[in-house]
């Protein structure tokens, strides 16, 4: 079912608090591209689906035309690596801290300048969502029309955009490869290297299901690869033939010097995308003592603070010892809402908000059997249909046990806990995104055929629905 007064943004698991800060992220920097005016969240037992009107979407699409200015291109990579930059200075600010031994007014400021970097950080990391730069896609797709047979343009279109440097997955299992080498490995290096390489872990709090997570993770690595230098040997191979064939579709387009340029910026977008999921996607995890220690201070378990809290509800615990009461913690448990309405905004919880989502979502309309989306990788295929939201790293982990390899992977957006299940698949189809998406990436790197930005399929289709998913021209079907 599709509500015809709102479209889809995207949906995953996320805490209250998590929650609070990109709706912030979304709503409080107007000088970045991609900022909502109105805009809805509506989050049931911590997962979260993400919700804007259609005239904001366009809005937000022709705000895009700003990225074909070369100049304001080079400033929003600049600003865009300083934030990261400054995220990492506190991150190892944070390693040296003895979250213990603060005091509240200390915790208070440690926290304060976490949201103040995190809200930051995701401002600027929305913009490569699928919203901002479409009209950067079409323009090069439509230049490539001219250059090649029609027939080659999706494939080499994917080529194109296809980063030859190593990301931060691949960099991830070379560690994880290289600390399996080591005679014993004891559950601290485990943990540090979760810790570390923390974007693997939204609403992952559960040290024990991570440690069972990497040691099955080192065991089908080590099947794959037997060693870090082999799994290098093997990346080294594949990322010269494709960097082999992308410089000869390149060669074709060198005199192009605004299409050349374009193609560069929005392949390095999409790689950077996936480095900087670690400073959200895992920010719980990798600041994870900030929190067990506050919900120690507050005598409440850490999910029912999570779950619970918003950020001017810590900040007066720990300036006034103000806590949120035992009702209110019970009903935002079970469902709460943010809501911005032309610049005004709004929090709900409980049977309050059960009323608004009622009030606001209105009427629903009935969906065809066939949606379009954006082809991120060529190719036809038909499969049965797995749908597998990304509510959380334990949801994920439940998945993998019912996942067989040749299906369909439909989903909301893919995260990097996705990972094992996305090699099982025959195709991928997303709700979100659009070239520069994890999805696309990843298809590419993996050369499956990916359709993204459906913004329906999840509703559209059901687990064991026969479809055929045609991403030369981004339409799947049911059969």
């Known amino acids: 079912m599709k509500n015809k007064n709102w479209n889809f943004v995207y949906s995953e698991g996320h805490s209250l608090l998590l929650n609070e800060v990109f709706f912030n992220a979304f709503t409080n920097f107007p000088q970045i591209p991609g900022i909502f005016k109105t805009i809805l969240y509506i989050n049931r037992h911590g997962d979260q689906t993400c919700y804007v009107p259609p005239s904001e979407m366009t ?3 022709q705000q895009g035309k700003i990225f074909f200015d070369v100049k304001y291109r080079a400033q929003f990579k600049k600003n865009i690596a300083n934030q990261a930059a400054k995220f990492n200075l506190f991150w190892q600010k944070y390693k040296k801290t003895k979250i213990l031994l603060l005091n509240n007014d200390q915790l208070l400021s440690l926290f304060k300048e976490y949201i103040d970097n995190l809200t930051l950080m995701c401002a600027y990391y929305q913009v490569s969502g699928g919203r901002s730069y479409p009209l950067l896609e079409e323009y090069v797709k439509q230049e490539m029309y001219s250059y090649f047979n029609k027939n080659d343009v999706p494939k080499y279109y994917s080529l194109v955009l296809t980063s030859t440097k190593i990301d931060l997955l691949e960099r991830e299992e070379i560690a994880l490869l290289k600390l399996s080498a080591k005679k014993a ?3 601290k290096q485990l943990i540090d290297h979760a810790i570390n390489y923390a ?3 939204l609403c992952g709090y559960n040290d024990e299901k991570i440690l069972s997570s990497l040691k099955q993770r080192i065991l089908d690595l ?3 690869y037997k060693s870090d230098s082999l799994y290098i040997n093997k990346f080294s191979k594949e990322r010269r033939s494709l960097m082999n064939q992308r410089n000869r579709i390149m060669k074709k387009l060198i005199k192009n010097k605004q299409l050349v340029n374009t193609i560069q910026f929005l392949r390095e977008q999409g790689r950077l995308r996936f480095e900087y999921k670690e400073w959200f996607f895992g920010a ?7 929190f067990k220690e506050i919900a120690k201070r507050l005598g409440i378990s850490l999910e029912d603070y999570f779950l619970s809290y918003r950020i001017d509800d810590t900040i007066k615990f720990l300036q006034n010892d103000i806590k949120v009461s035992q009702t209110t913690i019970y009903e935002r448990s079970k469902i709460f809402i943010f809501y911005q309405n032309k610049g005004k905004k709004y929090f709900y919880s409980g049977k309050s908000a059960e009323e608004k989502e009622e009030v606001l979502m209105g009427t629903a309309i009935k969906q065809e059997s066939v949606v379009r989306g954006v082809s991120a990788n060529p190719g036809k295929v038909s499969g049965k249909v797995r749908i597998i939201l990304p509510k959380s790293f334990e949801h994920i982990q439940r998945a993998l046990t019912y996942f067989q390899q040749g299906e369909v992977l439909i989903t909301t957006m893919t995260q990097p806990s996705l990972i094992s299940i996305m090699k099982r698949a025959c195709a991928m189809v997303t709700n979100q995104g659009g070239i520069t998406s ?4 990843i298809s590419r790197e993996f ?7 459906t913004h329906i399929a999840t509703e559209v289709f059901k687990d064991g629905d026969m479809v055929e998913v045609d991403a030369d021209h981004g339409i799947v079907r049911k059969l």
């Open 59 to 61: 809005r937000v699409r």
């Open 185 to 187: 490995i004891n559950s």
């Open 199 to 201: 974007f693997h872990y």
């Open 222 to 224: 080590k099947k794959k």
């Open 284 to 290: 719980e995890y990798k600041f994870l003592y900030i």
């Open 438 to 441: 994890h999805a696309a990436i």
């Open 447 to 453: 050369d499956i055929p990916c359709i993204v930005g």
